[in-house]
């Protein structure tokens, strides 16, 4: 069983949905939450990080993280085609050196 | 603008060829990090080093060397290429050290390898 995982889709939705994405992880020492959007061709940016649980909010994004369910979750609201993209959930706990762990990625289409 | 760069973008290549993929930042960071990334597995973690003369093994290292001579530079070997290891590869540098729980990893924009 991998350490993290994330339901690979793909996912296509109308322009203005309400997306959610989202991964389970087993590790109980993570504690540092990742969301990196991948467009295609492109190497993976840092959308949202989350420390331990909690949400947080940037713009049409929402990270939230429940720890006491291995749970972490990404909303869009009123989805673009600009977001159409693979997002990635990514992991780290103290003294991992940096190191990330990450899911598989899911596509996510959003058509006009 | 700090970056990172790798080259070449697209590489193809025949089995039992060495191979090398370059990775140059200019963040100044200390810890750079090689990953493979492939359908239905995401990112996986090859090598990685927190500096000068400093690396160590990924997830997935077999048939992959790396070695650290400067800050700026973290080339991927492979020894003898195969065919599984066709792939995209994405070199990331963070600043930090070995013993930094997190800090935020900023990737090149891949190698896109062939093992004919």
């Known amino acids: 069983q991998k350490e993290v995982e994330q339901d690979p889709g793909p996912l296509s939705v109308p322009e203005g949905a309400i997306v959610s994405l989202n991964c389970t992880y087993s590790n109980s020492a993570f504690q540092y939450f990742m969301w990196y959007r991948q467009y295609s061709r492109k190497g993976p940016e840092l959308l949202m990080y989350t420390y331990s649980s909690g949400n947080k909010e940037d713009g049409r994004f929402t990270a939230q993280v429940d720890k006491s369910s291995k749970y972490i979750s990404l909303f869009i609201r009123d989805s673009q085609p600009s977001d159409s993209a693979t997002y990635l959930c990514?992991?780290?706990?103290?003294?991992?050196?940096?190191?990330?762990?990450f899911g598989q990625g899911t596509e996510l289409s959003v058509k006009p | 603008d700090a970056e990172i760069t790798q080259s070449p973008r697209h590489k193809i290549t025949e089995t039992g060829r060495q191979v090398t993929l370059a990775c140059h930042q200019t963040w100044n960071h200390n810890n750079m990090f090689w990953y493979r990334q492939d359908l239905g597995h995401g990112l996986r973690l090859i090598h990685y080093?927190?500096?000068?003369?400093?690396?160590n093994k990924g997830e997935v290292s077999d048939g992959y060397s790396v070695s650290r001579s400067n800050t700026e530079d973290l080339p991927l070997t492979l020894e003898s290429a195969a065919s599984s290891q066709t792939s995209v590869y994405f070199c990331?540098?963070?600043?930090?050290?070995?013993?930094?729980?997190?800090?935020?990893?900023?990737f090149g924009p891949g190698t896109r390898l062939t093992v004919l």
């Open positions: 990514a992991m780290s706990g103290y003294n991992q050196g940096g190191k990330l762990i």
């Open positions: 080093s927190y500096g000068v003369q400093d690396t």
């Open positions: 990331a540098s963070s600043e930090g050290n070995r013993v930094v729980s997190y800090n935020e990893q900023f």
